[in-house]
């Protein structure tokens, strides 16, 4: 299983994912519970490999990260420019709005919630078709 991490300064998006692509779990967390987060996911699932977006505050929260980690888990740095704006697509995909939302073109619409969640699934898929690509 792969853990992808959106790090923010104020919150954080986490997602697991299988082997099967399957999404095991998906969440938009404060960032001062995003490690203890991350560790409980760690005991509750297989992870192998945390992958973890490479832009806002990426190296601090990598130094702060590792220590916590299990020395057998692996981290990797993903890139994840215009990952916000995939997200926002993503979003409609997974959860098709309803009513008089459905009206409104989509690239006008703005998801009724936080998708740095949205935003660590799409860093996992980014990395999944980097490995693919390099074999």
């Not at 008089?100 to 989509?106: E, N, S, V, Y």
Request: hydrophobic share 40%.
């Amino acid at each position: 299983m792969i853990l992808g991490f959106d790090p923010g300064k104020d919150k954080c998006g986490i997602a697991v994912m299988g082997s099967d692509r399957k999404i095991n779990y998906h969440q938009v967390v404060v960032s001062s519970v995003a490690i203890a987060t991350i560790v409980k996911l760690c005991q509750q699932f297989p992870i192998e490999l945390l992958v973890m977006g490479d832009r806002t505050t990426a190296k601090s929260w990598k130094a702060n990260i590792e220590p916590n980690l299990p020395p057998s888990l692996k981290l990797v740095m993903v890139d994840e420019r215009n990952s916000s704006l995939e997200a926002r697509d993503r979003y409609w995909q997974m959860y098709p709005p309803q009513g008089i939302t459905r009206l409104i073109p989509q690239g006008m619409r703005l998801p009724p919630r936080p998708i740095d969640d949205i935003v660590a699934i799409l860093l996992i898929e980014r990395y999944l078709a980097r490995v693919r690509l390099s074999k």
